[in-house]
T-cell receptor
Framework: AQSVTQLGSHVSVSEGALVLLRCNYS??????LFWYVQYPNQGLQLLLKYTSAATLVKGINGFEAEFKKSETSYHLTKPSAHMSDAAEYFCAAGTGTASKLTFGTGTRLQVTL | EAQVTQNPRYLITVTGKKLTVTCSQN?????MSWYRQDPGLGLRQIYY???????DKGDVPEGYKVSRKEKRNFPLILESPSPNQTSLYFC?????????????FGPGTRLTVL
């Protein structure tokens, strides 16, 4: 069965610093991969998705993610954190059937002055 | 505007009192799902539906029922809610043709069972 692992349930960075949120998936078949963001008391918003067209994917708000098949990873990065990036981030994977996404447990990003 | 709507957004109830959370989408999507979100566990799928009258269990179906009588609607039914069903619930929809498994989520329903 597909599984998604997010390393670090909480990540804290200073404003202006690099953001790196880690995601690894387990699948012999490269899945469709997604990053969603959840701001406090809100629903899930798609940040970006990997669909095999390009390994480096640029999303909204300056985020990007790179698919590395050899490492089964899809880490999320942003060169310079902003206070408004404080939220919870979820990595998710889907394979084959569109019936389901498997989610990681989430990483809460804190941005400090 | 393409969207998934859920009602109610907030609900406090008591153990054993049947409730229904409604979900509707206007994107003509074939697939719809219900997820629950719990701290430290991420989102877990409860039930899904691939089309009208076609539903199947997800990872955590115990204590829940669903139905899909119309393509746009996918209600979640808790016939006898218990405190361990206190959670944040999301409805989602997708199309296997257009969306590469991307799920479009509703705004969430926060349920508290006392």
């Amino acid at each position: 069965a597909q599984s998604v692992t997010q390393l670090g349930s909480h990540v804290s960075v200073s404003e202006g610093a690099l953001v790196l949120l880690r995601c690894n998936y387990s699948s012999s078949v490269p899945p469709y991969l997604f990053w969603y963001v959840q701001y406090p008391n809100q629903g899930l918003q798609l940040l970006l998705k990997y669909t095999s067209a390009a390994t480096l994917v640029k999303g909204i708000n300056g985020f990007e993610a790179e698919f590395k098949k050899s490492e089964t990873s899809y880490h999320l990065t942003k060169p310079s954190a902003h206070m408004s990036d404080a939220a919870e981030y979820f990595c998710a994977a889907g394979t084959g059937t569109a019936s389901k996404l498997t989610f990681g447990t989430g990483t809460r990003l804190q941005v400090t002055l | 505007e393409a969207q998934v709507t859920q009602n109610p957004r907030y609900l406090i109830t008591v153990t054993g009192k049947k409730l229904t959370v409604t979900c509707s989408q206007n994107m003509n999507h074939e697939y719809m799902s219900w997820y629950r979100q719990d701290p430290g566990l991420g989102l877990r799928q409860i039930y899904y539906s691939m089309n009208v009258e076609v539903t199947d269990k997800g990872d955590v179906p115990e204590g829940y029922k669903v139905s899909r009588k119309e393509k746009r609607n996918f209600p979640l039914i808790l016939e006898s809610p218990s405190p361990n069903q206190t959670s944040l619930y999301f409805c989602a929809s997708t199309s296997p043709v257009d969306s590469y498994n991307e799920q479009f989520f509703g705004p969430g329903t926060r349920l508290t069972v006392l």
